[in-house]
């Protein structure tokens, strides 16, 4: 939160992630509040859940950050999933902010490098 004589809060970034000593990913978001919570969800879509890099800057997010129990959702999440959280006691109010994520992958088998920009945003990706 911001108040008097606090530090401002800084989620880091950008992230890099290796596989041994190879680079897989390097990712970034340029906005302080929700970065943190917006760069571990890609990276989670994309390690664990084995989302293109297209698809997991352009999922729906969802972020908490001062009442643990309310949560901020983008307009397009689900609906139901929605209506499941307020059902277990959540406020879930929408916000149009999610992160604004630019993400750089490695295949690990071809060594390929791709990428994706948030569509929420005015970012974009250059080939080198």
Do not use: N, W
């Not at 939160?1 to 340029?30: M, Q, T, Y």
């Not at 406020?91 to 948030?118: F, H, N, Q």
């Amino acid at each position: 939160s911001i108040a008097p004589r606090k530090r401002p809060v800084s989620g880091g970034g950008p992230a890099i992630v290796f596989d041994g000593d190879a680079v897989r990913l390097v990712l970034g978001s340029p906005h302080g509040g929700r970065k943190t919570s917006s760069m571990a969800h890609v990276l989670t879509s994309v390690l664990d859940f084995g989302l293109s890099p297209a698809a997991a800057v352009a999922s729906p997010r969802i972020h908490c950050e001062h009442d643990p129990r309310e949560l901020r959702v983008d307009s397009f999440f689900p609906l139901d999933t929605r209506e499941e959280l307020e059902q277990r006691g959540y406020t879930v109010r929408e916000d149009a902010y999610g992160g604004r994520v630019c993400l750089v992958a490695v295949d690990p088998r071809t060594r390929k490098a791709g990428g994706a920009s948030d569509p929420r945003g005015d970012g974009g990706l250059i080939e080198l």
